[in-house]
């Protein structure tokens, strides 16, 4: 900061100077009417010179500080514009984790629906094969037959979800583990 303020008294060194010589000037009695003009006209030609510097200096300043006003503008257009595609990002990234989980809870769905299969066609040849020849031996009741192989159908769907939330959990667990 002691640079700068050095700087600028060197700036207006000359100025000083000169204003130095004319309080000088001033303070000396005994001068002649053409030495007043002369130093009143050297005087005046160092103001004139002085106020076209300020002006080209306010001139200057005022371009400045129009671009910096530019620049400030362009800057806010361009953080508003950055903050709308954040926000459209955001949303996109929303919409496609939407998407991903969907897409995995519907490949989750159709290996727990394989899975189930599988288990229906063993429990069917378990009740075919074993249960029905042993049920129709020890009994004649045909609705008893019957009772058991609805039974068999309705424990399908709580198989399906008991299968379906261990698959969930465990593509969660390597999703979560694939992070790390």
Same mark, same amino acid.
């Given at each position: 900061?002691?640079?700068?303020?050095?700087?600028?008294?060197?700036?207006?060194?000359?100025e000083?100077?000169?204003?130095?010589?004319?309080?000088?000037?001033?303070?000396?009695?005994?001068?002649d009417?053409?030495?007043?003009?002369?130093?009143?006209?050297?005087?005046?030609?160092k103001?004139?010179?002085?106020?076209?510097e300020?002006?080209?200096?306010?001139?200057i300043?005022?371009?400045?500080?129009?671009?910096?006003?530019?620049?400030?503008?362009?800057?806010?257009?361009?953080?508003?514009e950055?903050?709308?595609i954040?926000?459209?990002? *955001?949303?996109?990234?929303?919409i +496609?984790?939407d998407? !991903? %989980?969907?897409? =995995?809870k519907?490949?989750?769905? @159709?290996?727990?629906?394989?899975?189930?299969?599988?288990?229906?066609?063993?429990l069917?040849?378990?009740?075919?094969?074993?249960?029905?020849?042993?049920?129709?031996?020890?009994?004649?009741?045909?609705?008893f037959?019957?009772?058991? *192989?609805?039974s068999?159908?309705? +424990?399908?769907?709580? !198989? %399906?979800?008991v =299968?379906?939330?261990?698959?969930? @959990?465990?593509?969660?667990?390597?999703?979560d583990?694939?992070?790390?």
């Open positions: 900061m002691s640079n700068k303020k050095l700087h600028s008294e060197e700036v207006f060194q000359k000083a100077d000169f204003l130095e010589h004319a309080r000088n000037v001033m303070t000396q009695s005994g001068k009417e053409a030495v007043w003009k002369e130093e009143y006209k050297s005087l005046c030609d103001y004139d010179r002085l106020i076209g300020a002006k080209i200096l306010t001139s300043s005022d371009r400045l500080h129009h671009k910096l006003n530019q620049a400030n503008d362009q800057l806010k257009t361009q953080s508003e950055i903050g709308k954040n926000h459209d990002l *955001k949303v996109n990234n929303q +496609l984790q998407t !991903i %989980d969907q897409l =995995v519907a490949r989750v769905g @159709r290996k727990a629906g394989t899975i189930v299969l599988l288990i229906a066609v063993g069917f040849m378990l009740s075919e094969g074993l249960l029905e020849p042993l049920i129709e031996k020890n009994t004649e009741n045909q609705y037959v019957l009772f058991s *192989k609805m068999i159908a309705v +424990l399908l769907k709580p !198989i %399906d979800t =299968v379906e939330k261990y698959l969930m @959990r465990q593509t969660l667990r390597k999703k583990e694939a992070l790390l």
